[in-house]
Structure formats: C-alpha cells, structure tokens
C-alpha cells in the first residue's frame, strides 16, 4: 500500500526505498536547473504552473535556488508539490529538462531539453546535442498558429520588452513623458516614435500613451497600420515599394536599394522625435540598419534611442549591445536580456507557455509522445535519435534533408 498524507495525497518521501523507484517509473519527470546563462534571472518553471503539469501526471522536481531570482523561494515549489533537489540529482532523476535558455553542454544521451536556444542564429547548438543523443527543442520555433498562441514564447517576451524599453527611455530622458500645466507654464509632451508594430512594438506604443506621450509608430507591413493607430499613435508613412511582411506574420528582410528610400524618409521624421524605440527583427538574420550614425546626429541633443534590436546586431549604425554609448548629445542604449529584467512576471509567462507545449506532447495516461504529425511539435523538434532533424537548421549546417 502506497503512503498518502492529508486529504489522501501521495508523499513520496515517506516511502520506502523500492516504492519510490516504482513510483519513479511510472511517472514523467520533467527537471528545472538554475539558468546559467549571464545575467539570467528567468525560471522554467513556477509553482502556479506545476498544478498544470501535475493535471498531465509529470512530476517536477526543482534544483534548489532555482526560482530565488524571480522571486520564488523553495518553500512555495514545495507547497505546490515539487521536490527539490541539488542539480545533479534533478539531473539524474529527469526525464525532461525545462530550461529558459538551454545550456551549451547537453545534458546526456536520451535526455529531452526543451527551452530558448535561437538555433537560426547558434546552429552549432544542435550538432552538439545531435552527438551526445539528446533530443532538443527549441521554443522559438513554435510556429505563430492559433492552437499554439498560448505556446508562443517570442510573443510573451516581447511584450515585456517593448513596456520595459518605454521605462529605460523615459528613466534617460531629460524630460517628463507627459503634458503638464503648472503655475511656472505649459510643459509639453514627450514624443516618440516606435519603429516596429509587432508585440514588442505595440506594447511599447501603448505604454507610451499610458505614459502621457505623443507617439508616432512605423512598420514596413502597411497591414498594421489600424493596430498602430487603434492604440491612439500615428501612423507614419513611408514609401517602400517591396512586399514587407514574410513567412508566419514576421518582417521580411528588404532590398538594399528599398532599405535605402527608406532610411531617406525616415531621417526627416527621426528630428521631430524625443525618443525612438527600435524593435525590428528578422528571425534567424542580423538585425536591419535603419538609423545612421548621421541620422542620429541629426537628432536633438538630449534624445533618446532604446535599441531592442541589440542582441541582433541593433537597428542602429551607433547601438553597442549592452552598453550606453553618447552620440552627440544623443543617448543610445543597446539593452541585452530585456524580459530577465522583470524576472517575475517574465517567467510567470514563459513558464505557462513551456508547461502548455509540454503537456501538448502528453498523452492521456501520462506517457510522452513525439508525434511528427503535429506541426508545432515538428516545427519546434530540432535534434533525436542522434541527428539534426529540423529543416531550417539543416540547411544552416549544410546536412542534407
């Protein structure tokens, strides 16, 4: 007879030694180590989303310390269910590994890594988990589809992005973002413009408005110009004569001579502007140059440019990934990581779309199942069975489909 606690609940750890193997055996394990990433303050997991993954019958077991940065001590993993551990006992208990950013070491053979590790950009990722017999999936892949919007992890981390890019701005700014009267005049309102209307884009608009603003946003898809001004900002136009929007809704990269016009137009209307938040990305590509060193000199002494795009070589000629770099007066930040700056409710999201693409691949009786017919478990698998088995990467190494 298993041992059970309060209101009937099973305690693995008043157990007997061979119960809990057979317990063990019988359950999926899914692991959270502490990132080890620099300056990565995210969790895989947090203890509101272990009752998710207990519906699915997965066991979670915790490294010790994993959740403190977020602000998740052990004690609430453990009220939840979770048993914690030091790493190399969740190491050698875990079926699946749920990491933020999955680590270049993999972890062994017929080990699961799920996690962010931008395989379009760091291919060499997958040849290493390819030779060591570990199967990797990488959530960025996850494919912009309505049965996987709760999944897609690109999207809730951009929101966060474009509202923290808005407070590094407003916090370098040499002005209040908003209008106000006052006995000692009329101070008028901050204007910014936000290049780029995906997620990032739109929550940077709209906490700018929020904030007392006047903005202005820009994206090369003239599509979303109703999202753009739905939030109360103005939509800038500038010609470019060249299909903009690419495969699953993302930007497509332009032609030189289209990204040229562009640069013109976008110079005249860069003068006007206090602020400037840049979030154009092309997965798996360098970021596009869209503001010159001249164009930033060009800009008022006391100006601010928030580049989002940084990690990707930055949207700006002057942009320094992870540095604040003067140019003339003007301030330019190249911020790294933005989502792990705000490590709570950052990974309050990451953690409800891993544990849903997680339990995507459950079957009813709690067994895994990699399932090749379902697009989002394709799209995302990137290394099993000893090979590199995503498309997109396998062209990146030159392996032959």
Not at 75 to 100: F, I, M, N, P, W
Request: charged content about 20%.
């Amino acid at each position: 007879m298993l041992p059970y606690g309060r209101r009937g609940r099973y305690h693995e750890s008043s157990a007997p030694v061979a119960i809990r193997e057979v317990f063990h055996k019988l359950a999926l394990i899914a692991g959270v180590l502490k990132e080890n990433f620099p300056s990565e303050r995210r969790v895989a997991v947090v203890p509101r989303s272990i009752d998710l993954l207990k519906k699915s019958q997965v066991e979670v077991w915790i490294e010790r310390g994993a959740g403190l940065e977020a602000g998740f001590p052990d004690e609430d993993y453990s009220v939840k269910g979770a048993t914690l551990g030091s790493g190399a006992e969740v190491r050698g208990r875990a079926q699946v590994l749920l990491h933020v950013r999955v680590p270049q070491e993999p972890p062994g053979k017929d080990v699961i890594a799920i996690g962010l590790c931008d395989p379009l950009t760091d291919a060499a990722i997958a040849l290493k988990y390819a030779q060591a017999g570990a199967t990797l999936f990488s959530m960025e892949l996850v494919p912009r589809t309505t049965r996987a919007q709760s999944m897609d992890v690109l999207s809730s981390m951009a929101s966060i992005a474009g509202y923290k890019a808005v407070l590094l701005a407003a916090s370098a700014l040499p002005k209040m973002f908003p209008m106000m009267t006052t006995a000692a005049g009329t101070i008028a309102p901050a204007r910014v413009l936000v290049i780029g209307a995906g997620v990032a884009g739109l929550q940077a608009i709209a906490t700018s408005r929020r904030l007392g603003a006047v903005v202005s946003g820009y994206d090369v898809r003239s599509a979303v110009k109703e999202q753009i001004e739905s939030l109360g900002a103005k939509f800038v136009s500038i010609t470019v004569e060249e299909k903009a929007e690419g495969e699953g809704g993302y930007a497509r990269a332009l032609s030189e001579d289209a990204i040229r016009r562009q640069r013109e137009q976008m110079a005249l209307v860069l003068r006007e502007q206090d602020v400037v938040i840049t979030t154009a990305a092309v997965p798996g590509k360098k970021a596009p140059l869209l503001i010159t060193r001249d164009m930033v000199q060009a800009m008022a002494p006391g100006s601010v440019i928030v580049d989002l795009a940084a990690e990707r070589g930055g949207n700006c000629e002057v942009t320094v990934p992870g540095e604040t770099v003067i140019e003339r007066g003007v301030t330019v930040l190249g911020p790294m990581n933005v989502p792990a700056t705000v490590p709570r409710h950052a990974s309050e999201m990451y953690a409800r779309n891993i544990a849903t693409f997680l339990k995507n691949m459950i079957t009813k009786d709690g067994q895994l199942n990699i399932d090749l017919n379902d697009e989002i478990v394709r799209e995302t698998l990137i290394a099993r069975n000893g090979e590199v088995v995503n498309p997109k990467v396998q062209a990146l190494l030159g392996i032959p489909a």
